[in-house]
């Protein structure tokens, strides 16, 4: 965007030095403006916060009026006061529309953009043709408007179960959407800001209280506790410390699972039912590995891993049953061939993901995205059992 900027200015001649050292100055500003940006998405507002909007068409008026007088002079006429046309009031918007009019990404703002363009093209006065750009608010829309598409893009990329992520999101998007200029925006940002520290920790809670239980749960359950037991039992190979290992893994397992699930009904007042039932925890609960750009889809190492956790916790944990006869009891549901899908599964699985989200605007854009600073998000939890065979 500052390219566009100082293109348009070097293409302003003029022979008069001092306006040379007021270019030369002015780019050195713009430059340092523009190393100090790292979002294209509030250039525009704080370019013209920063007065260098107004001083580039001041800048500009001055070249322009200098070449007239200098013609009008060698010429003998009198000079004149020149007023901007709409066309050359225009010419800055231009070079910043002809740097983005291709990339898809910003049509919202490129819209706002054309419509300033016909505005134009219907005045010759500067004073009408201002006053409908004011009543039209448009030099403010472009930067809404550009905003609202990029955020409104993120978000098919994400997974609207994903509050933590999506919620900042789309409480931004709603301030914008209000936001009728630089104030508004300010404002209603702030007010965002104060939302989402207080709603975004909520969400986090819960989030990291499911993982800590997943996690307990996978150390009573799985081969490094129950699992393991049940394995050496079977095979009649029963090493002394490593049986005891495994035992104390389940009891201390047990302990950390039965607290958790206490805070969890005290602080979130959900039981394990509530959290199998809820879309998104329970993907958290069986640590699941990301297979999308932005975790849109997930695969899981065992597919019946949920049954695993419940019978657990709904037949020794919960029931509080003694280590023993929890060694003994035996499962209705077992682990089989427990592992971490391979790397060339988990690379099957991300060309499923991404051959199902293709037409997603997100991830036809995600190029241009990831050029610029807005990259946020997660994914639309599902099972990648239902997109494809992995074989």
């Known amino acids: 965007m500052i390219q566009g900027y100082l293109d348009g200015l070097d293409n302003m001649h003029t022979d008069d030095e001092s306006i040379k050292k007021e270019m030369d100055d002015y780019?050195?500003?713009?430059?340092?403006?523009?190393?100090?940006?790292?979002?294209?998405?509030?250039?525009?507002?704080?370019?013209?916060?920063?007065?260098?909007?107004?001083?580039?068409?001041?800048l500009a008026t001055k070249i322009t009026m200098a070449a007239q007088a200098k013609q009008q002079e060698s010429s003998g006429?009198?000079?004149?006061?020149?007023?901007?046309?709409?066309?050359?009031?225009?010419?800055?918007?231009?070079?910043?529309?002809?740097?983005?009019?291709?990339?898809?990404?910003?049509?919202r703002g490129l819209a706002v953009y054309r419509k300033l363009f016909e505005i134009g093209e219907k005045h010759t006065d500067i004073t009408e043709f201002l006053a409908e750009v004011e009543k039209e608010n448009l030099l403010w829309k472009?930067?809404?408007?550009?905003?609202?598409?990029i955020l409104a893009i993120t978000l098919t990329g994400m997974d609207p179960l994903y509050k933590a992520i999506t919620y900042p999101i789309l409480k931004n998007i709603e301030a914008w959407e209000k936001s009728v200029c630089e104030a508004d925006i300010y404002y209603l940002q702030d007010?965002?800001?104060?939302?989402?520290?207080?709603?975004?920790?909520?969400?986090?809670q819960t989030e990291l209280f499911v993982i800590q239980l997943g996690l307990h749960l996978m150390v009573y359950r799985g081969p490094k506790g129950k699992e393991g037991l049940m394995e050496m039992i079977a095979t009649g190979n029963c090493p002394r410390i490593e049986f005891m290992s495994k035992a104390a893994a389940m009891a201390v397992g047990k302990i950390q699972a039965r607290r958790t699930l206490d805070i969890i009904k005290k602080a979130l007042g959900m039981t394990f039912d509530d959290i199998i039932?809820?879309?998104y925890l329970k993907y958290k609960l069986i640590s699941t590995s990301n297979v999308c750009g932005l975790s849109k889809a997930y695969v899981q190492s065992n597919?019946?891993?949920l049954d695993?956790?419940?019978?657990?916790?709904?037949?020794?944990?919960?029931?509080?049953?003694?280590?023993?006869?929890?060694?003994?009891?035996?499962?209705?549901?077992?682990?089989?061939?427990w592992r971490m899908p391979e790397d060339i599964e988990h690379q099957k699985a991300e060309a499923?993901?991404?051959?199902?989200?293709?037409?997603?605007?997100?991830?036809?854009?995600?190029?241009?995205?990831?050029?610029?600073?807005?990259?946020?998000?997660?994914?639309?939890?599902f099972d990648i059992k239902t997109c494809g065979n992995l074989n």
């Open 303 to 305: 597919a019946n891993i």
């Open 77 to 107: 006429e009198q000079p004149k006061k020149h007023i901007a046309t709409p066309a050359e009031w225009l010419e800055p918007f231009r070079t910043s529309y002809d740097y983005i009019k291709d990339l898809p990404i910003r049509e």
């Open 277 to 279: 039932a809820d879309e």
């Open 352 to 381: 499923i993901a991404r051959q199902t989200f293709q037409d997603l605007p997100y991830f036809k854009y995600e190029d241009q995205l990831q050029s610029g600073t807005i990259h946020v998000g997660t994914g639309e939890g």
């Open 308 to 337: 695993i956790l419940s019978d657990a916790v709904h037949n020794e944990i919960i029931p509080d049953i003694s280590l023993i006869d929890a060694i003994r009891r035996e499962p209705s549901v077992r682990f089989g061939r």
């Open 27 to 58: 780019k050195k500003e713009l430059l340092a403006f523009g190393e100090s940006q790292n979002d294209p998405t509030t250039f525009f507002p704080k370019f013209q916060d920063s007065g260098l909007m107004g001083k580039y068409m001041d």
């Open 142 to 149: 472009i930067s809404s408007e550009d905003t609202l598409g």
């Open 191 to 204: 007010k965002v800001a104060e939302d989402v520290a207080k709603n975004s920790q909520k969400f986090l």
